[in-house]
């Protein structure tokens, strides 16, 4: 496993076209003159990937899907396998995003599912976890995380590449981020509950943070023990902002 090194992964969502890969052209030349500390990765939208791929290739810059199916093929409309996003160009899948979970019903079992088909294709995924404002609110943040973790990361991930992306839903978006106290105390609880899932031999794989990450918070957040590098929505956006954060590693 590599691994201690931090990751800080871009998730553009459903945003960007064929011009928006100028932000990626941006990015590859500060860190080709200024090489990061971590890690770096961006997940286009499906119709993005094998372009960036190729706008990436050769520089430190990860290309990843943003969902995949749990089968290899067949006859499921709309949908991409993880065999296809690696014949595309990405390495790297997220999985289980609460916009997944909560806008298309996805399961900690599908999720289970899905990192399972990406790590047979080669993907490393990038399984997410985290609470609603009313599971923080009623006091069930760890408990809620703990339960996704248990149930979202299949067995056989134990010993392979991949990475925990801890996102409170309520972060997401919102301009609101819990306290560094509060992120420690669910980084530390993804921890123990990633070994008691998977053994000890996890305990470098990266926990990322992710919710409202942006350039002026990335580096104390960035700084918070057991954060091993951040998930980020809009504010991989724009090659400028996202290297902000990324020089926050
Ligand atoms: C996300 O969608 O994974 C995310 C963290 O979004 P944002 O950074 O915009 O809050």
Known sequence: MKQSVKLVAGNWKMNGLGASLTEVEVLRAALESEPAACRVALCPPATLIERMA?????????????????????????????????????????????????GHGETDLLVSAKAEAALGAGLEPIVC?????QQREAGQA???????????????????????????????????????????????????????????G???TPILYGGSVKPDNAAEIL??????????????????????????A
Do not use: N
């Open 54 to 102: 190729r706008a990436a290739a050769g520089s430190p810059i990860g290309v990843g899907g943003q969902d995949c199916r749990a089968e290899t093929h067949g006859a499921f409309t709309g949908d991409v396998s993880a065999a296809m996003l690696r014949d595309a160009g990405a390495t790297l899948v997220i999985l289980g995003h609460s916009e997944r979970r909560q």
């Open 129 to 133: 976890v985290g609470e609603t404002l």
């Open 202 to 204: 996890i305990a470098a």
């Open 142 to 200: 760890v408990d809620v995380v703990r339960s996704q973790i248990m149930a979202s990361l299949p067995l056989v991930l134990a010993g392979r590449d991949f990475a925990v992306a801890y996102e409170p839903v309520w972060a997401i978006g919102t301009g609101l981020t819990p306290t560094l106290e509060q992120i420690e105390e669910v980084h530390r609880a993804v921890r123990a509950a990633m070994i008691e899932r998977l053994g000890p």
């Open 223 to 248: 700084a918070v023990p057991e954060v091993g590098g951040a998930l980020v929505g809009g504010a991989s956006l724009r090659g400028a902002d996202f290297l902000g954060i990324i020089r926050g």
